[in-house]
T-cell receptor
Framework: DAKTTQPTSMDCAEGRAANLPCNHS???????VYWYRQIHSQGPQYIIH???NNETNEMASLIITEDRKSSTLILPHATLRDTAVYYC??????????????FGRGTSLIVHP | NAGVTQTPKFQVLKTGQSMTLQCAQD?????MYWYRQDPGMGLRLIYY???????DKGEVPNGYNVSRLNKREFSLRLESAAPSQTSVYFC????????????FGPGTRLTVL
């Protein structure tokens, strides 16, 4: 699976959009981009995933560049509860047992009042 | 539907003691994983089980053993605990051959004195 690069930390004002970047320049054509977040030592929680089209759900939006070498997770109206570590990973979906999920250090997002 | 459950939530051991961390999932997932997370670090894979009856080493397997008891349960054993194994341990599961997300348990906080 392709490796990802994320900024170590970011901050955002409450109510504003939080835009978290991820670089995955070696991504393969059949690899998806997944985002998870981990709130204060709880287990990581899935947010969203996509292949090449932009995706939106009730939690966030995912924007993937046309060349698929980078993506941005957007939290449209950040709240204090969004303070967490955000992980971007890429993987080949549907690979069965050969999939070994790898998490880096992620981006620590602090939302301030 | 409880998702992924882990027991115990907290544990304190003395150096040299042994213990088993239990993990169970009720989502009929094929694959299960054990990670450890040290302060300020990302998740590191200890062992995984791609399917019932199989287990494989991850990034940091030394000092641990695992058992995939059945499709639901995947246990992690520390035979002779060491202070370096003080960490938070997360179990996770995934439905292989799908695009769905990985689900994580709440974690076990282990301290080895």
């Amino acid at each position: 699976d392709a490796k990802t690069t994320q900024p170590t930390s970011m901050d955002c004002a409450e109510g504003r959009a939080a835009n978290l970047p991820c670089n995955h320049s070696t991504i393969s054509g059949n690899e998806y981009v997944y985002w998870y977040r981990q709130i204060h030592s709880q287990g990581p929680q899935y947010i969203i995933h996509g292949l090449k089209n932009n995706e939106t759900n009730e939690m966030a939006s995912l924007i993937i560049t046309e060349d698929r070498k980078s993506s941005t997770l957007i939290l449209p109206h950040a709240t204090l509860r969004d303070t967490a570590v955000y992980y971007c990973i890429v993987r080949v979906a549907g690979t069965g047992g050969s999939y070994i999920p790898t998490f880096g250090r992620g981006t620590s997002l602090i939302v301030h009042p | 539907n409880a998702g992924v459950t882990q027991t115990p939530k907290f544990q304190v051991l003395k150096t040299g003691q042994s213990m088993t961390l239990q993990c169970a999932q009720d989502m009929n997932h094929n694959s299960m994983y054990w990670y450890r997370q040290d302060p300020g670090m990302g998740l590191r894979l200890i062992y995984y089980s791609a399917s019932e009856g199989t287990t494989d080493k991850g990034e940091v397997p030394n000092g641990y053993n695992v058992s995939r008891l059945n499709k639901r349960e995947f246990s992690l054993r520390l035979e002779s605990a060491a202070p370096s194994q003080t960490s938070v341990y997360f179990c996770a599961s995934l439905q292989a051959l799908s695009y769905n997300e990985q689900f994580f348990g709440p974690g076990t906080r282990l301290t080895v004195l």
